[in-house]
């Protein structure tokens, strides 16, 4: 089944052998040697084995504090061929009808959801009632009641809730943080985000409202929307959004092909951004400030990232997402860690409430007010 991952996986096969050779000549020709980390490790077990949890688990094999030790899939087969190649214990599989067992299982400190978006909420709150932490994909669930709710069962079950935001620990993305912070753009004024591609099988649950809870937008348009508000570094204040729509065949009611959105932000600052499961080709960040810029293309795709600024070519070591994350995931919870970008709960329901926003805006044909 063709789908938005297998999509990308197929452009970032060889780009993540390069990556991969790149992180050890990087790290081969360091004047600085690592010692070896003898910290607590992070045991892992995912939950919906589809082609992005496969990638994860690939990436995990590089990984120096996290480890893959479980998996939680309804389908039997994928099981027994995780099992065998990734040498997992028998006590530490289960289906989705088992899985509550896992509070009984010491071997195992956190659950990475791997599901479609409409299933996050349950499967979250009922891995926060087993007492593990739990590591979501985005978007965190269909809406903000959604997202309330599996923060609020965490934070009472006293376990971490994180989002997948693998661009956050990106070493080109930090670094035009750290310049934007450092005042080399001087006031941010625009920014740009363009995310899009033509969407593979039409049957695919990513088509289906009931699933996914939208279309593009929920996908592939909510990194434009989180890329605007950790470049520009604010939070927006005002949405505005069109949609279109050439196919209503596969893009049916509810499932959003192509929408054009912009934000607006309390300094002034204002993004025109572009969410599309029918144009490819868009991978694209811009910020620009009063006394310089920084262009990222590819911006989020799996690699290698490229991106440039009014000082030239970024040269950050290439980095594989899915490692940086998880390793920086383990830190979060075991040492409480602070990321440069957060990627707890909390900044997952701050992009559901844009999200909410924006089909409100499709939907209304008005700006719409976004409120803390």
Known sequence: MNTRRDFLQ????????????????????????????????????????????????????????????????????????????????????????????VKNNPDIDAIYVITP??????????????????????????????????????????????????????????EVIRMRNAGDFGKIMFFQGQCGFKIGDPKQWRLNKALAGGGSMM????????????MVGEEPVWVTAQETKTNPTIFKEGVDETIQFQLGFPSGAVASCLSSYNINHLDRFFVS?????????PSTGYGPIKGRTHKGELTQPITTHQTTQMDKMAT???????????????????????????????????????TA
């Open 332 to 370: 979060i919870i075991f040492e409480d860690d602070k990321p440069v970008v957060p990627v707890d709960g909390e900044e997952g329901l701050k992009d559901l409430k844009i999200i909410e926003a924006i089909y409100q805006a499709v939907k209304t044909g008005e700006k719409v007010k976004l």
């Open 117 to 174: 978006n409409a299933l996050h909420h349950s499967h979250v709150i009922r891995v926060a009632k087993a007492g593990k932490h739990a590591i979501c994909e985005k978007p965190m669930a269909l809406n903000t009641k959604e997202g309330q709710e599996m923060i609020d069962a965490c934070k009472k079950a006293k376990v971490r809730l994180l989002v997948g935001y693998r661009m956050h620990f990106e070493p080109q993305t930090l």
């Open 10 to 101: 197929k452009m970032g096969a060889s780009a993540l052998m390069l990556q991969l050779s790149s992180v050890i000549t990087f790290a081969n020709t360091s004047d600085q040697i690592e010692q070896p980390y003898d910290g607590k490790i992070l045991r892992v077990a995912i939950m919906g084995l589809g082609g992005y949890a496969t990638r994860v688990a690939e990436a995990m094999k590089a990984c120096t504090k996290a480890k893959l030790v479980g998996v939680i899939s309804g389908t039997p087969s994928k099981v027994k061929d995780w099992q065998m190649k990734y040498k997992i214990p028998e006590k530490n599989c289960y289906n989705y009808d088992t899985f509550d067992q």
């Open 289 to 297: 400030g009063d006394k310089g810029f920084a262009e990222m293309q």
């Open 219 to 230: 996908d592939i348009g909510i990194y434009a929307i989180n890329g605007a508000r950790y």
